[in-house]
């Protein structure tokens, strides 16, 4: 007797240990029938998984978070027992306005303060002239790529909400977007930045992992009650994610991998461009350029599977910051409570020790410190916010 489960995803590398622990067998393995429904936009996700139409999801950790808090959309309660990726993202921005902030750089063209500080000047010039503002599409307002934006422009002295254009896009549209000029930039997980210069359509700036060291990124959720009537099909769900964690971080599987990710149903973007990403080491620039970066996505190596409740209060903090929460010690509480370490340690025992000891943290270029007991602090030390009206 198998346990039919419905899951949306979005097709991002991200999504691999789900799609992995299905297509490889882990789940049926666990005694689950899970059929993946792939999705185009995080909207449609977060309304499928809410009104059950999904049971689980692969989601923006910010998502859960806002669901969980009731802000931007309907109050739902989710609970996320396994992280399915740390960092992933990048930030791309077209031939022009690479040329335009390389033109302005003084210092490392790969330091994130180097070109926040170029990006300046790129955008008092354009005012000066009367230019239309940039404009940078990111995928969700609640969404990492939306905070890891902000932050980097922020830190150079740019105000995301007054100096430039943050659009919504869903991922697999940001390409197009900027091939047609409607976008100067964006930021996205793969493999839509490498899509973009594969294609001469785009310079890769930065990898989100040298914005901040360790960002949870996407999540496994479920619906809190859901959570609460099914908790062995939880377990179950961790334990074949685990397992496609484990594959999937083997170097001699990263071939095989790439090869189920990138067929039609799954991802659909060319294989190599897959392993590109799944081994830390794309082509940033449409003349050949590489980088290798051994954090660009940690699937589940480093403790990145488990959750980890400071990574969701880091999240709750920019939304504060934005303007889109209030800052209060209840709402920090069920912030944090979204990220379920006991879940993921209880599906998973023993195998869960090693990376019990191994406590993450969220270190950025800029800035002080994270300290979740204080981010009253934390945010008073930055000279760009919002305030809640």
Known sequence: MTTP?????IPLVDA????????????????LDVTLV??????????????GLFDAAHLLAP???????????VKMPIAAPFNLGLNGNAITVSPALHTAIMAEIDGDPFDPMATALALSRVVATR??????????GMTFPFSTHNYQLRFWMAAGGVDPDEDVRLVVLPPPYMVDSIASSQIDGFCVGAPWNSIAVDRGLGHILHFVSEILVRAAEKVL????????RNPEVVAALVRAAFRAAEFIEQPHNRAEVARLLARPERIGVDADVIQRTLDGRLKISPDGAMRESSRYL??????AARPDPVQAGWLYAQMVRWGQAKLSPNALAVAEAVFRPDLYDAALGTHAETDRARPGSVAAFAGPAFDPADIAGYLASFKVFRRVP
């Not at 998502?63 to 959309?73: F, T």
């Not at 940690?298 to 403790?303: F, I, K, M, S, T």
């Open 63 to 73: 998502v859960a978070i806002a669901s969980s808090l009731g802000i931007g959309h």
């Open 221 to 228: 959720a479920v619906r809190q009650n859901w959570s609460d």
């Open 16 to 31: 691999a240990a789900l799609i992995v622990a299905v297509d490889k067998g882990f789940t049926a393995a666990e005694g």
């Open 127 to 136: 005012r000066r002239s009367g230019a239309e503002p940039l404009t940078f």
């Open 38 to 51: 792939r999705e185009v936009s995080w909207s449609n996700v977060r309304d499928k998984l809410n009104i």
């Open 5 to 9: 489960v419905h899951i949306g995803f």
């Open 298 to 303: 940690l699937v589940g190596r480093e403790g």
